[in-house]
């Protein structure tokens, strides 16, 4: 395994997908005010986790890469991570 590979023992969440260097989520909310609500909670328990999503948002989603950037691969602080967003929905 490369520096750069992702660690072939990382346990993806279930409907996230491994992109590159990330792991890639789109989620879809009813409108804006439900993006917004949720994006929030993730920046709460991305605080809490010292770990910080790459984000966007349109209107009723909000798409999420995640990597550790400091290692330049996904690694399990990434799908840790991926999973407390799931408790987020």
């Known amino acids: 395994m490369s520096d750069r590979e992702p660690d072939p023992s990382l346990d993806v969440p279930e409907g996230w997908a491994v992109v590159g260097d990330a792991l890639r989520k789109?989620?879809?909310?009813a409108d804006f005010a439900e993006a917004w609500a949720f994006m929030t909670r993730v920046a709460a328990?991305?605080?809490r986790m010292n770990h910080h999503p790459d984000w966007s948002n349109s209107w009723n989603r909000v798409?999420?890469?995640l990597t550790s950037h400091d290692v330049g691969r996904l690694t399990a602080r990434d799908t840790r991570l991926?999973?407390?967003i799931e408790g987020c929905v």
């Open 63 to 65: 798409v999420i890469e």
């Open 82 to 84: 991926a999973v407390a």
């Open 45 to 47: 328990e991305a605080e």
């Open 26 to 29: 789109e989620f879809v909310f």
